[in-house]
């Protein structure tokens, strides 16, 4: 699908677009053994924010003590535990002192012992060029 951008979002239709509704429809039977496509048409539209490389922002706020886990557009869920524990050790950390934007915190995960540099998610983070622009990452 091509992307489109939403000039204003405050004035977002969020009626369904037949065409569109039907091309999901139809990738669902196409992927669902004996799913058959529905007589009425019923679902939702809206829209989701994202950074300018579509990476997910994990970090601190510029306001003490605030944090965020934004811009997954929900495509994530399954790194919910992992983002969980980078989290908990970011705020920890920072609320320890550390100086998380001079040096970026990494995290040792628990399974396969690599190491992720929290940096890589850091709200002032340059924008990854390698990214594919999507939430297929």
Known sequence: DTKE????P?????KLDHDQWL???C???????????????????????VS??????YDKSDLN????????????FKTAPVVGLCMAKLIDQCEK??????????VIVPYTK??????QYARNRSIHNESSLSVYG
């Open 5 to 8: 951008w939403i000039k204003d």
């Open 10 to 14: 405050g004035h977002f239709d969020r």
């Open 23 to 25: 091309a999901q429809v």
């Open 27 to 49: 990738r669902i039977v196409r992927k669902m053994k004996g799913t058959q496509i529905p007589k009425d048409k019923v679902g939702f539209a809206d829209l989701y924010d």
């Open 52 to 57: 300018d490389d579509w990476i997910p922002i």
């Open 65 to 76: 003590g605030f944090y965020m886990a934004i811009g997954t557009s929900g495509n994530q």
């Open 97 to 106: 002192g550390y100086e998380h934007d001079h040096e970026p915190i990494e």
């Open 114 to 119: 690599q190491t992720l540099n929290m940096g």
